[in-house]
T-cell receptor
């Protein structure tokens, strides 16, 4: 079945540092890929998505590129802020299958 | 204009009690879900439901039951609450099962 693997956290960075959170997946067919963010005490919000190979999703300075050859969808941001502190979930979906979420990666950004 | 709403936000109760969590979505979506998030933030899907089909995660105890009075609502009933049921429960919806999901703010359930 479909699955998602994320780098284990927590990840702790200083403000303005470069962020990468790795995500790899296993899926049949042609899945869509997503990054969700969960701020403390809140529900999950869609951060960005990509629906086909080589698509780049971007939002709020975050980017991720759908790499079919490496089955990856790594999340990047050039300069993180304290307000980016949250838990980040990689997820995939494909036709006829339920969403699959990764285990989440907690990011803490220190001032 | 909250897209997916849940009530209550916090629920504290004793072991053995029966409780319900309500969920409503105003997005016109066809599919709704319940997730359980444990203390390590791991998300586990419990149910997915549309107007045709209920899909139950086989690992969910039958003390948990979803009830949908209409397409915009999916409530979660829990009987005979146990300590291990303490978690945050999220409702979500999507247009179809493989489209992006929209989440509610969560209900933190504490069983004493």
């Amino acid at each position: 079945g479909n699955s998602v693997t994320q780098m284990e956290g927590p990840v702790t960075l200083s403000e303005e540092a470069f962020l990468t959170i790795n995500c790899t997946y296993t899926a049949t067919g042609y899945p869509s890929l997503f990054w969700y963010v969960q701020y403390p005490g809140e529900g999950l919000q869609l951060l960005l998505k990509a629906t086909k190979a080589d698509d780049k999703g971007s939002n709020k300075g975050f980017e991720a590129t759908y790499r079919k050859e490496t089955t990856s969808f790594h999340l990047e941001k050039g300069s993180v802020q304290v307000s980016d502190s949250a838990v980040y979930f990689c997820a995939l979906s494909s036709y006829g299958q339920n969403f699959v979420f990764g285990p989440g990666t907690r990011l803490s950004v220190l001032p | 204009d909250t897209a997916v709403s849940q009530t209550p936000k916090y629920l504290v109760t004793q072991m053995g009690n029966d409780k319900s969590i309500k969920c409503e979505q105003n997005l016109g979506h066809d599919t709704m879900y319940w997730y359980k998030q444990d203390s390590k933030k791991f998300l586990k899907i419990m149910f997915s439901y549309n107007n045709k089909e209920l899909i139950i995660n086989e690992t969910v105890p039958n003390r948990f039951s979803p009830k949908s009075p209409d397409k915009a609502h999916l409530n979660l009933h829990i009987n005979s609450l146990e300590l291990g049921d303490s978690a945050v429960y999220f409702c979500a919806s999507s247009q179809v099962s493989y489209n992006e999901q929209f989440f509610g703010p969560g209900t933190r359930l504490t069983v004493l």
